[in-house]
């Protein structure tokens, strides 16, 4: 059995030989059911081994820091990607997941806005996604970083809201652009959900805050985020995770 630090040793000379990679999932306009962004997930191709989930691995990255340079690796080319789409034509944009260790690096809004700055043509399209899980533990520490992000136009998503124990009050705690309702709450059914979703999108919208429903499988999923009023939704129904090239293609229609 491999332990963290054997998994991380292998994850790290994957990254630096090409075995790690992303994958795009489209994001969609509710309202008109056009492809209006992607959400940037990672994959890692095992040089050898059974093949092992982001859910598995982010954390694995996370406890031994090889995280700030995966996190590097997926902005430069969630932002590359976004680049050659909007240099075609495409009105589209990008969301990427950074962990709450990216954040707690002094440098990281700067490096990520010299990167920005280094793609003159990017135009703010860039929002990054922290799940709910984080803020209130170092929320000293991220929240400022939050807000040198939201200085040069970067968007700020709080994840999977409804997974945790975060509450509507948080909305107003962290320097946001949106939320993303988690799949428990979308695929619940329960009355209590529908409820938690209704009252976390009215105070959402009062906030000026873009909604995401997640999860979307089934047509009852999407009219419930029509429901609620959600701006936009995402899930195997409307797309699943795809290649930089499918997504090229997707595009390009
Ligand atoms: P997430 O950010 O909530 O990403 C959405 C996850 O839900 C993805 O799993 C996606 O494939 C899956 N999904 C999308 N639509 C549906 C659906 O309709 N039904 C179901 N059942 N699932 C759906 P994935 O790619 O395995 O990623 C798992 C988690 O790993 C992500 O959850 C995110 O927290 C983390 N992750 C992935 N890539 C990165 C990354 O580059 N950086 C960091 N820090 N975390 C990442
Ligand atoms: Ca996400
Ligand atoms: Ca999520």
């Given at each position: 059995?491999?332990?963290?630090?054997?998994?991380?040793?292998?994850?790290?000379?994957?990254?630096?030989?090409?075995?790690?990679?992303?994958?795009?999932?489209?994001?969609?306009?509710?309202?008109?059911?056009?492809?209006?962004?992607?959400?940037?997930?990672c994959?890692?191709?095992?040089?050898h081994?059974?093949?092992?989930?982001?859910d598995?691995?982010i954390?694995?990255?996370e406890?031994?820091?090889l995280?700030?340079?995966?996190?590097?690796?997926?902005?430069?080319?969630?932002l590359?990607?976004?680049?050659?789409?909007?240099?075609a034509?495409?009105?589209?944009?990008?969301?990427?997941?950074v962990?709450?260790?990216?954040?707690?690096?002094?440098?990281?809004?700067?490096?990520?806005?010299?990167?920005?700055?280094?793609?003159?043509s990017?135009?703010?399209?860039?929002?990054?996604?922290?799940?709910?899980?984080?803020?209130?533990?170092?929320?000293?520490?991220?929240?400022?970083?939050?807000?040198?992000?939201?200085?040069?136009?970067?968007?700020?998503?709080l994840?999977?809201?409804?997974?945790?124990?975060a509450?509507?009050?948080?909305?107003?705690?962290?320097p946001?652009?949106?939320?993303?309702?988690?799949?428990?709450?979308?695929?619940?059914?329960s009355?209590?959900?529908?409820?938690?979703?209704?009252?976390?999108?009215d105070?959402?919208?009062?906030?000026?805050?873009?909604?995401?429903?997640e999860?979307?499988?089934?047509?009852?999923h999407?009219?419930?985020?029509?429901?609620?009023?959600?701006?936009?939704a995402?899930?195997?129904?409307?797309?699943?995770?795809m290649?930089?090239?499918?997504?090229?293609?997707?595009?390009?229609?």
């Open positions: 059995m491999l332990d963290r630090e054997d998994l991380s040793r292998e994850l790290e000379a994957d990254l630096r030989s090409g075995g790690v990679f992303a994958v795009y999932q489209p994001l969609i306009e509710v309202a008109t059911g056009v492809l209006v962004g992607v959400e940037g997930l994959r890692w191709r095992r040089s081994g059974p093949e092992i989930g982001p598995v691995f954390p694995v990255a406890s031994t820091g995280i700030h340079e995966l996190g590097r690796f997926m902005l430069d080319e969630c590359a990607a976004l680049d050659r789409w909007r240099g034509g495409r009105q589209i944009e990008v969301s990427v997941n962990s709450p260790l990216q954040l707690t690096d002094a440098t990281f809004a700067a490096d990520l806005a010299a990167k920005m700055i280094e793609r003159a990017t135009p703010p399209a860039l929002t990054i996604e922290i799940t709910e899980s984080l803020p209130l533990r170092h929320l000293d520490e991220i929240v400022p970083r939050l807000e040198e992000l939201r200085a040069i136009d970067v968007g700020v998503s994840d999977d809201f409804g997974s945790g124990n509450s509507v009050a948080q909305f107003q705690l962290l946001l652009t949106e939320v993303k309702f988690d799949r428990s709450l979308i695929q619940s059914g009355a209590s959900a529908k409820e938690e979703l209704r009252d976390a999108a105070r959402a919208r009062e906030l000026g805050l873009r909604t995401v429903a999860g979307v499988e089934t047509p009852a999407l009219e419930l985020a029509r429901e609620l009023g959600c701006d936009r995402q899930g195997f129904l409307l797309g699943a995770p290649l930089v090239a499918e997504m090229d293609a997707v595009l390009r229609r």
